[in-house]
């Protein structure tokens, strides 16, 4: 039954299927990006520069004479890197903000929920510039700084889903049995919130991601020479005129991935979302 159940749904979701099959194709390849790409992403051939695409150079070259293939594919890693542990530390910065909010009540909810609101009303592209500016520019602070304007969105769902599952029978008399209320966290409201939450991670990595190429991109996130898709369209923005495959291979990769995620995301919410398929 589950093996028909997993085949009906790549089935009736051609387009998401599609899109996970894309998707793990990036992750492959940044899997083993060391031994399938042809050069080292920050090799420098002053007799190879700005090469366009080539038997040698497939995608061409950029400026410094770096192979643009074995960029965009480490690229790919990073990429992905960035946005899973990014989101990761969202979620989990959401999951103990938003349990706080929607198991406390008082004061203590209204002070986490004007919080959870100051951090909504700003997009989390200004959120990360300004923990960027605070933290400073790398790999390991542009992770951190998504990861924390990421918060927000994730607390206001599990706020939302505590809220839901607070009031249940289920809960209640777990209460009115004397259950210890860590154990009736643990027990009964956490596994209820846990999916859910697992859900909205899918769709959110493809934000991440968006965001930690757009602070490459204004050159305040990732630092030269490290291959980095925002990074590298960046840096080909003064040659567009005479070699546009600077910006166009790592754009069109950028832009695979983020609809591929995206389409796989939507899916995944539309597929096991439990208020959607009570909605259907």
Do not use: C
Request: charged share 15%; hydrophobic share 55%.
């Amino acid at each position: 039954m589950k093996t028909t159940a997993r085949r009906s749904i790549f089935v009736r979701r051609p387009f998401f299927t599609a899109a996970l099959l894309v998707a793990l194709g990036y992750v492959l390849a940044s899997v083993f990006a060391p031994w399938i790409t042809p050069y080292s992403p920050v090799a420098q051939s002053i007799d190879a520069m700005m090469k366009p695409p080539s038997v040698a150079h497939p995608l061409g070259t950029d400026s410094y004479g770096k192979d643009i293939l074995s960029r965009v594919i480490f690229g790919a890693r990073y990429a992905l890197a960035i946005g899973f542990f990014s989101v990761l530390i969202g979620a989990t910065g959401g999951l103990v903000v938003g349990l706080a909010a929607g198991l406390s009540g008082g004061w203590v909810e209204w002070v986490l929920m004007r919080l959870i609101d100051s951090i909504l009303a700003l997009p989390s592209l200004i959120l990360a510039v300004a923990f960027i500016a605070i933290l400073g520019q790398g790999v390991d602070k542009v992770i951190i700084a998504v990861g924390l304007s990421l918060i927000g969105p994730f607390a206001r769902t599990v706020r939302a889903d505590v809220m839901q599952v607070r009031v249940q029978l289920f809960v209640e008399a777990a209460h009115l049995m004397s259950i210890p209320r860590l154990k009736v966290i643990w027990r009964h409201i956490l596994p209820n919130v846990i999916f859910p939450l697992a859900v909205q991670v899918t769709i959110r990595i493809s934000e991440a991601i968006l965001v930690s190429s757009s602070l490459s991109f204004l050159g305040i996130g990732v630092t030269p020479p490290t291959p980095d898709w925002g990074l590298m369209i960046a840096e080909g923005r003064a040659f567009v005129s005479f070699a546009p495959w600077m910006s166009a291979m790592p754009g069109f990769a950028l832009a695979l991935l983020l609809i591929a995620l995206s389409i796989v995301g939507d899916g995944v919410r539309e597929e096991f979302d439990p208020k959607l398929r009570r909605g259907a």
